[in-house]
């Protein structure tokens, strides 16, 4: 179980038993662990062993003091599979993609809010809340209802129709916002403040970011059994589509915590943080040098999940790309929507724009030679493209007449 929580900027703590959001600093808090009194009882054998079939099979960092305690669908152990040498893929050696399109609620944030929901009700919550543009919103009210808690949640009013019904067929009290995901979460705030709902804001408390981390756990795993080695290990570039950012900074902080475990040495993977081109805060400060994200003017973009035009974890996403030789790119709706088509086309998998994103992101890279084909190289689906359909326009389609006596002549123009 966590033992200390640390504001990410200033390093002060702050009280481990009781509900808490930003620091006095407005900055996020982190939980740490007495890594060295489990090392020697939290080792990668031992959890290979496990039969728990969810991110709580790595309970000993998370906010518990057993796997008993979570509040779980499920969540977690999400395949990385190879991609196949064909198409626009055929030069690419060692491309993977980490899919987490099966997650419970079908995305990575089920991660998440089952670590968030499950201390937040530990310590007391009586009900949830926050802003989503999308995937957050209907993991919240399913978690929530795993937990016999009521939620509330501010979507903009152009969220994906699927995201807004999946949270209301959970019982989750749905408000439509006309504005950004940043006006859902002023709204967020002022509710919160005057009816005494917990937030569950990205990054506005300590364990959505533990819940997430477990990517990097799981991923170290599975490039060992994808090499057929008993050893963990790390590929040499993740590509990570970035909105909030809490997966990008879960993974570097559990790529650090492995290494003090003694399950992994120093060598990191490039992290690459992709965005769209109409909301692109952290490519913008990275490019420009600076720690800091201001409000990106005008944020639009298909992709949900990349419409966030400000992220109070900016700092870390920017120590994190630096800290690994990384790097972050922005790609166009029209790119990361070919990458959707791509994707399912060549490799089977239905990603969601935000996935079909970090591949355009990959070909850009490897046109101008910061990419190597032969790398091993991790892509991470964050999604279904099911919640998005309403992008995606069937085209080439041949409708049938089953009573015509050409009927086999027409299907043979498509043969």
């Not at 640390?6 to 890594?35: F, M, V, W």
């Not at 999308?134 to 009013?157: H, I």
């Not at 570039?237 to 990008?248: D, N």
């Not at 029209?334 to 399912?344: H, K, P, S, T, Y």
């Amino acid at each position: 179980m966590h033992t200390v929580l640390t504001c990410s900027l200033h390093g002060e703590t702050y009280a481990i038993d009781r509900l808490q959001n930003l620091s006095a600093a407005g900055k996020p808090l982190l939980a740490g662990y007495d890594l060295a009194a489990i090392k020697s009882t939290f080792t990668p054998d031992i959890v290979r062993q496990r039969n728990e079939r969810s991110i709580w099979k790595f309970w000993e960092v998370l906010p518990v003091a057993s796997a008993a305690d979570a509040i779980s669908l499920g969540e977690g152990v999400t395949p990385l599979l190879q991609c196949e040498r064909r198409g626009e893929f055929s030069d690419y050696s060692q491309l993977y993609i980490k899919d987490e399109s099966f997650n419970p609620t079908g995305s990575f944030k089920a991660r998440g809010m089952s670590a968030a929901v499950t201390r937040a009700v530990a310590l007391g919550a009586k009900a949830f809340a926050l802003p989503s543009a999308g995937n957050a919103g209907g993991a919240a009210a399913y978690y929530s209802a795993k937990a016999g808690l009521p939620c509330y949640v501010f979507m903009p009013e152009d969220t994906p129709e699927a995201n807004i019904d999946e949270a209301v067929v959970a019982g989750a009290n749905v408000f439509l916002v006309n504005g950004l995901i940043s006006d859902c979460g002023k709204l967020t705030r002022q509710a919160c403040e005057r009816f005494g709902w917990f937030d569950l804001s990205t990054l506005k408390e300590p364990f959505r970011l533990e819940g997430k981390k477990t990517m990097g756990y799981e991923l170290a795993f599975d490039m060992a059994a994808a090499s057929g080695s008993s050893s963990l290990t790390l590929p040499d570039v993740i590509f990570y589509p970035t909105g909030g950012g809490t997966g990008l900074i879960g993974m570097w902080k559990a790529f650090d915590e492995m290494q003090q475990l003694g399950w992994i040495g120093s060598e990191r993977p490039r992290m690459v943080a992709v965005q769209a081109e109409g909301c692109a805060p952290i490519v913008k400060a990275f490019r420009d040098g600076v720690e800091s994200a201001p409000l990106f003017p005008n944020a639009h973009t298909v992709a949900s999940g990349l419409r966030v035009p400000a992220a109070v974890g900016d700092f870390l996403m920017i120590r994190c790309l630096r800290e690994s030789r990384g790097t972050a790119v922005t790609v166009t709706d029209a790119e990361l929507m070919q990458g959707v088509r791509e994707i399912a086309a060549r490799q089977g998998i239905y990603a969601c724009p935000e996935g079909g994103a970090v591949w355009a992101a990959a070909k850009q890279l490897t046109a101008t030679g910061w990419l190597k084909p032969d790398e091993r190289i991790v892509l991470f689906n964050t999604g279904t493209g099911l919640k998005y359909n309403h992008l995606l326009k069937a085209e080439g389609l041949t409708r049938l007449d089953h009573t015509s006596a050409s009927v086999m002549d027409e299907i043979a123009k498509r043969v």
